[in-house]
Structures are given as C-alpha cells and as structure tokens.
C-alpha cells in the first residue's frame, strides 16, 4: 500500500526508516504509551515489523519522514509482554526512569481550565459505553500520531488516519480509540475533523470509531 497525496507519500513503516524515525521522536520528546526513550522507541518500531500487534504508518515529504501514527492491537497483552520481549530496552527505560531523565508527561491538567463552555460542540453527552482500558484483537488504540512542526496542516494527519485504518480493516480491527489532552486542541480538531466520536472523561478527551469497511 502506498499513497500519493499532493507531494507526500504515506506507506507503512521500513526497516531503513527506523534511525531516522527514532531522532525525530526523540527531538519531539513523544511519548508511546507513556514511553519516552529512544530505545523504547526503537523497541517498538522493530515490533510494527515483525509482530502484528504494532501498525505504524508513516508520511514522507520529499526525503524527508513528515509524520507517523503508531496504533496497537490488543494494547493489554502487548504492554504485558513487552519487558519479556525487549528486557533490555525495558531495563533501558526503567533505568532512564530511575536516572529521572525520563519521566511521563502526565496531564498538564493544571495548566487548562476547560470548562463545559469551552468545549468544542461535537464532543458527545451520550456515553459510547466504551471506555479505554477495553482491550482485545480486535481494538486497536492510537498509541502517538504525530506530525513534525514544518509540515502540519497539510492534510498529513488525516491521511495517516485513512491509511493506518485500511491496513487495521484488512486486519479484521473493528475499533479504533484514541486518547487527547484537554488542552490539545489540534488532536482534538483532528479527531473531530476525521469522524470520531468523543466524549469527556475526567482528565482528557476519549475518542472512538468504528472501522466497518477495508476501504474507509
Ligand atoms: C494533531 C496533529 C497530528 C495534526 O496533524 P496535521 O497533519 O497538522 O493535521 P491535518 O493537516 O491533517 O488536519 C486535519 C484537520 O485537523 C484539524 N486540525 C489540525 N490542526 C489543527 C489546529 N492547529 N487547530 C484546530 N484544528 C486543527 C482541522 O480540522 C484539520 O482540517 P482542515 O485543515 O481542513 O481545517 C499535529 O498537529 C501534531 O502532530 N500535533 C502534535 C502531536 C499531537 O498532539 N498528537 C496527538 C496526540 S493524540
């Protein structure tokens, strides 16, 4: 699968792509399921090639790599199994964590006051009835979409999302969620923009889809 759209170019992930894609994490200090380290980030970039439980899709404009979305299938037993699978980058990061060099951003709650006005008007009042924490093959979570600084609002994000989705679909996925701050407003406009339904918890905004066809 590969796409063209206007001068960027979307395809899943490449072996010659991790380097590059790593720094690139790093200088952007992501976070993938509240991991933060580069050889997390590797770990987890070798997984989307050799385990099926990772998909990470990313774009490329010109030569250079412009965004990627990494999503998770079945995100319970992946995150248990990870230290057995990769028990050095595991140890890695935990001795980061310890260091204290690395450390979860958790919410940054504290700065954003979003009251219920503030809110944009799509967020639903009426509970999907699912909830993060549900896991199994066929959920799939947004684990980080990230477009770098100088090629936002391009229309990358979206196509990263239409792709990721086709390969889930061909996958047998049948859910997609998805985790934004409450301050983030351009995570926000996306998944609004892109037909997900999301509703306020207590410390951020869940987001959910459906994936009913190969071809969405
Ligand atoms: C969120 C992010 C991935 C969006 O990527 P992008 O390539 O700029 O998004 P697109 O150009 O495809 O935009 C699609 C739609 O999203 C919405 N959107 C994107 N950026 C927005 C912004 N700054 N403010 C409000 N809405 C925004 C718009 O509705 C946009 O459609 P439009 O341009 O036709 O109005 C990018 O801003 C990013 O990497 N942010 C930092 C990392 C992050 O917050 N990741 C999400 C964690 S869940």
């Known amino acids: 699968m590969c796409e063209r759209k206007d001068s960027f170019h979307i395809r899943p992930l ?26 997390a980030y590797y770990a987890i970039c070798r997984d989307a090639l050799l385990n099926d439980k990772v998909v990470i899709v990313v774009a490329e404009k010109g030569k250079h790599l412009a965004g990627y979305v990494v999503a998770i299938v079945d995100c319970k037993s992946y ?29 940054i ?3 954003i ?7 944009p008007k799509e967020i639903s009042k009426t509970p999907s009835g ?5 896991s199994s093959s066929e959920i799939a979570k947004i684990a980080n979409i990230h477009v770098f600084n100088d090629y ?3 229309g990358i994000g979206r ?18 969620d998805a985790i934004t701050a409450l301050y983030n407003n351009r995570s926000v406009g996306l998944h609004l923009s892109t037909g ?12 959910t889809t459906d994936i009913t066809e190969p071809n969405q």
């Open 14 to 39: 490449e072996t010659s792509d991790l380097p590059a894609l790593c720094d690139l994490m790093e200088e952007a200090k992501v976070s993938i399921g509240s991991l933060n380290s580069k050889p």
């Open 79 to 107: 995150w248990i199994n990870f230290p057995f699978r990769h028990p050095i980058s595991f140890l890695s990061v935990i001795f980061h964590r310890l260091a204290g060099k690395v450390f979860t951003k958790r919410d």
């Open 109 to 111: 709650k504290k700065h």
């Open 113 to 119: 006051e979003i009251t219920e006005d503030a809110q």
């Open 130 to 134: 699912r909830i993060w924490r549900q």
């Open 152 to 154: 936002r609002r391009m």
């Open 159 to 176: 196509e990263l999302y239409k792709s990721l989705f086709r390969l889930l679909a061909k996958r047998g996925i049948k859910r997609v």
């Open 196 to 207: 997900w339904k999301m509703e306020r918890t207590k410390n951020n905004f869940f987001a």
